[in-house]
T-cell receptor, first 110, second 115 residues
Framework: DTAVSQTPKYLVTQMGNDKSIKCEQN?????MYWYKQDSKKFLKIMFS???????INETVPNRFSPKSPDKAHLNLHINSLELGDSAVYFC?????????FGPGTRLTVT | AQSVAQPEDQVNVAEGNPLTVKCTYS??????LFWYVQYPNRGLQFLLK??????LVKGSYGFEAEFNKSQTSFHLKKPSALVSDSALYFC?????????????FGQGTTLQVKP
């Protein structure tokens, strides 16, 4: 059973489009996160939800909007995609101190 | 500001030799320290953590890490490297400065183990 899953795994789109990435966890965790890994492999927190409530909103452009319909799901919607949005986006969930990561979504904006 | 540094972009070691991947941190207060590993085209996997207690922490796949408060370091070690240990390793810190549990990652160190 996959603990943290993301769809799609790959996403290729053109500048200006709007796209969504979905994340689901079946671990029963209350807290979920979105991280961005850039081309140099650097990982940075973007957002976090705890039980459907936004608790972290780092300095991310407001073109990025997370949504948590329930505590098992955390989706990421991106408007007006730019070249610089190309990256791997990781979803994670946590229980106490440990975070469990999804396989990542590689977004390529052309 | 809280930060983590991994001073080496890459560490090369021969199979069977001991390995060390370095990490230093800067936080206010007591840190929670973590090591994660990322295999190619995969998500991150938790290796080990230090919260409190013994400074030597044992984790998955034979890895261990030593917390050194005076040197603000948390180096990852393994007595005998395997080719399959080749991957990207991240040190991370979380703490009580907020209650979100967010991880602040180092830049990552690529470990290459050669047969």
């Amino acid at each position: 059973d996959t603990a943290v899953s993301q769809t799609p795994k790959y996403l290729v789109t053109q500048m200006g489009n709007d796209k969504s990435i979905k994340c689901e966890q079946n671990l029963g965790h209350d807290t979920m996160y979105w991280y961005k890994q850039d081309s140099k492999k650097f990982l940075k927190i973007m957002f976090s939800y705890n039980n459907k409530e936004l608790i972290i909103n780092e300095t991310v452009p407001n073109r990025f909007s997370p949504k948590s319909p329930d505590k098992a799901h955390l989706n990421l919607h991106i408007n007006s995609l730019e070249l610089g949005d190309s990256a791997v986006y990781f979803c994670a969930s946590s229980w106490r101190d440990e975070q469990y990561f999804g396989p990542g979504t590689r977004l390529t904006v052309t | 500001a809280q930060s983590v540094a991994q001073p080496e972009d890459q560490v090369n070691v021969a199979e069977g030799n001991p390995l060390t991947v370095k990490c230093t941190y800067s936080v206010s207060g007591n840190p929670y320290l973590f090591w994660y590993v990322q295999y190619p085209n995969r998500g991150l996997q938790f290796l080990l953590k230090y919260i409190t207690g013994d400074n030597l922490v044992k984790g998955s796949y034979g890895f261990e890490a030593e917390f050194n408060k005076s040197q603000t370091s948390f180096h990852l070690k393994k007595p005998s490297a395997l080719v399959s240990d080749s991957a990207l390793y991240f040190c991370a810190v979380s703490g009580l400065w907020d209650h979100t549990g967010k991880l602040i990652f180092g830049q990552g160190t690529t470990l290459q183990v050669k047969p």
